[in-house]
């Protein structure tokens, strides 16, 4: 998401002029937008010295079943409260209630953030 910066109105209407120039740090970028397919890993450069991994695809999730956690095949996207497009489009983000050989799971991490999917089985 972009930062606007702050208002260009004082709080009785009148006008406020910039005091300073929009910086690199405050662009954003586009929704990863995950799907579930062949993997595809994109390394992407952040703020400072560090780097993410964009998981554009995958079709593997670790799976939380209470006792341990194992790797399960991802089948489909079940339910996804962020869009309901996604669901149609099998896009997999924090949140959303994903098919897997294991059964039905939530998705607890950020596949666009971290690369990968961690999810916890639901009764």
Same mark, same amino acid.
């Given at each position: 998401?972009? @930062?606007?910066?702050? /208002? $260009? ?24 937008? !995950?799907?579930?397919? =062949? ?5 992407? #450069?952040?703020? &400072? ?17 209470? =006792? @341990? $956690?194992? $790797?399960? @095949?991802?089948? #489909?996207?079940?339910?996804? #409260? ?16 994903? #098919? %897997? /050989? =294991?059964? !039905?799971?939530?998705? $607890? /991490?950020?596949? &666009?953030? %971290? ?7 639901? =009764?």
């Amino acid at each position: 998401m972009q @930062d606007q910066g702050r /208002s $260009t109105r004082k709080r009785t209407g009148g006008r406020l002029k910039p005091f300073k120039n929009r910086r690199k740090h405050q662009l954003g970028r586009h929704p990863t937008e !995950t799907q579930v397919g =062949e993997p595809r890993f994109r390394a992407v #450069d952040v703020r &400072g010295n560090g780097e993410k991994t964009r998981a554009l695809a995958t079709n593997v999730a670790n799976v939380n079943t209470g =006792e @341990d $956690t194992v $790797t399960a @095949d991802i089948n #489909d996207v079940v339910e996804n #409260d962020a869009n309901p497009n996604y669901v149609r489009r099998n896009i997999i983000t924090k949140g959303a209630l994903i #098919d %897997t /050989s =294991e059964g !039905t799971a939530r998705v $607890t /991490s950020r596949p &666009g953030q %971290t690369g990968q999917v961690n999810a916890v089985l639901v =009764e």
